[in-house]
């Protein structure tokens, strides 16, 4: 069965410094990897997705993710981090069964001053 | 245009009653899910429909759960008796179908459930 590990529950970042959020999956076929952001009081809105072709994916809001197949590793990076971008961001992928998503637990991003 | 909805935002109902939270997806979108997130976890997946035909319920966690969408539109997560480890926050998203390859899916607000 496919699994979707986020290692770092929680990340402190200084504004305006790079982020990396780290993704790893496990799954047999070519996965369909997506990641999502959750603000506070607000449901979840898709930062980009991969599904083929060029393994560096650009998303919205200044993110980008690469998919790395040796690795089984999706992970998102930002060059420059605004307090904005504060909220939770879950990694997932598409399931055989209708393409459900198969979400990780999280990681939840601080930015101080 | 309008994103997908869902009603009520919050619910408070009292162990052994039932509740049956509503998703309005976005105008023809096909498929719709249902998703239930625990406090500090991510969206775990209960259920699908493409149309009105429920695909895969393999994620319900018992009987006491169902899920409808008898006219390929709006649907309906009904569980009966709940209990106090009911509590959660439901999600419901829908997408497109492309050709068969997954296509993004767009969420609701949620609807907070909680069970006294």
């Known amino acids: 069965a496919q699994s979707v590990t986020q290692p770092d529950i929680h990340i402190t970042v200084s504004e305006g410094a790079s982020l990396e959020l780290r993704c790893n999956y496990s799954?047999?076929?070519?996965?369909?990897l997506f990641w999502y952001v959750q603000s506070p009081g607000q449901g979840l809105q898709l930062l980009l997705k991969?599904?083929?072709?060029?393994?560096l994916v650009q998303g919205i809001k200044g993110f980008e993710a690469e998919f790395k197949r040796s690795q089984s590793s999706f992970n998102l990076r930002k060059p420059s981090v605004h307090w904005s971008d504060a909220a939770e961001y879950f990694c997932?992928?598409?399931?055989?069964?209708?393409?459900?998503?198969?979400f990780g637990k999280g990681t939840s991003l601080l930015v101080t001053p | 245009g309008a994103g997908v909805s869902q009603s009520p935002r919050y619910k408070v109902t009292k162990r052994g009653q039932d509740v049956a939270l509503r998703c309005d997806p976005i105008s023809g979108h096909v498929s719709l899910y249902w998703y239930r997130q625990a406090l500090g976890q991510g969206p775990e997946f209960l259920t699908y429909?493409?149309?009105?035909?429920?695909?895969?319920k393999s994620g319900l966690p018992n009987d006491r759960f169902s899920a409808e969408r008898p006219e390929g539109s709006i649907s309906t997560l009904t569980i009966q008796r709940t209990e106090q480890r009911d509590s959660a926050m439901y999600r419901c998203?829908?997408?497109?179908?492309?050709?068969?390859?997954?296509?993004?899916?767009?969420f609701g607000p949620g609807t907070r459930l909680t069970v006294l």
């Open positions: 997932a992928v598409g399931a055989n069964s209708g393409y459900a998503l198969n």
């Open positions: 799954y047999g076929a070519t996965p369909y």
């Open positions: 991969y599904f083929s072709g060029d393994t």
């Open positions: 429909f493409n149309y009105e035909a429920q695909q895969d």
């Open positions: 998203a829908s997408s497109t179908v492309a050709g068969g390859l997954p296509d993004t899916q767009y």
